[in-house]
């Protein structure tokens, strides 16, 4: 049987990677004590990996499949075939930014501040490459964690530390000079795999799906009846990808009009239709928009 092996992130996006997948049709299902999920394709195995390592195993043929993020394939520099976005996060609809981070007293402004100084990171690679190109000479460790307090503390000059809303970096009396990368979730596959047919059409469902249950997060779908004479009026206050649908009702002189909108505009949209005419105003979840 042809088998796809999947990798999916151990961590903070394991939950949110579990759940996007549930909503494009394929339930993975974790163990306890275990790394290798089920799942309901037989044609997909699935391994538990650390997004840092997941291209390096992409790379090199352990996996054909995986998701992690921007930041990790670069700091690696594995060689993958990036086959798409998906842009989520784990919490928040905020990007997120791999920043460098002073105390809040440091008299380090810029980039260039950082000439001769120590900076503690995860994202070594990635923050050297950086300061070389603006030929900044510092000394970058790495951090194996708590990579906050070691500023807090004196132990370095700066960190560079991922956030969302920076919030747990102002709490703890810091200060963001700058963003050094903004990074989301990508997926990613190996280049061999790409070349054996039913490896690749496998990767392409995969990746349609994901996108379609994306593109459905912040969508919700409208229906409503609406007498025949209102229907302009209606039909004006309504966003769609490309117009509304309506239809006749058995009723003669009513029509049925369906549209989809972005969730955040119900809550004003519903009370402006009922004032236009609308009635029986429905609003539904969506799974995929393909």
């Not at 190996?190 to 459905?216: G, R, Y």
Request: with cysteine; aromatic share 6%.
């Amino acid at each position: 049987m042809n088998i796809l092996k999947l990798g999916v992130p151990k961590g903070s996006l394991e939950q949110a990677t579990i759940s996007l997948f549930d909503q494009a049709g394929w339930k993975i299902r974790s163990r306890s004590r275990n790394y290798f999920p089920s799942i309901n394709d037989p044609e997909i195995t699935c391994a538990l990996v650390r997004s840092q390592e997941m291209a390096v195993y992409v790379a090199n043929g352990t996996l054909d499949l995986g998701l992690t993020g921007l930041d990790w394939i670069l700091e690696t520099g594995a060689e993958v075939a990036e086959v798409c976005d998906l842009v989520y996060s784990k919490s928040s609809d905020q990007p997120c930014r791999w920043v460098l981070v002073v105390p809040k007293d440091s008299p380090i402004q810029s980039i260039e501040d950082l000439q001769g100084k120590k900076i503690a990171t995860e994202l070594v690679n990635f923050t050297r490459r950086y300061l070389a190109e603006r030929n900044v000479d510092a000394e970058v460790q790495f951090s194996w964690g708590a990579t906050e307090a070691k500023a807090v503390e004196g132990l370095v000059d700066a960190v560079v530390e991922i956030t969302e809303t920076g919030s747990t970096i102002r709490a703890h009396g810091l200060r963001i000079v700058c963003d050094l990368l903004h990074t989301h979730t990508r997926l990613i596959a190996n280049k061999a795999a790409l070349q054996v047919p039913w490896k690749k059409d496998k990767i392409d469902q995969i990746a349609l799906l994901l996108q379609a249950s994306l593109n459905a997060h912040h969508k919700v779908a409208l229906s409503m009846n609406v007498p025949e004479q209102k229907l302009d009026a209606v039909v004006q206050l309504l966003p769609s990808l490309h117009a509304p649908t309506v239809n006749h009702l058995y009723e003669k002189g009513w029509l049925a009009v369906e549209t989809v909108v972005d969730s955040d505009r119900v809550r004003e949209l519903i009370p402006r239709l009922r004032a236009a005419g609308a009635e029986g105003i429905l609003e539904s979840e969506l799974r995929k928009i393909v």
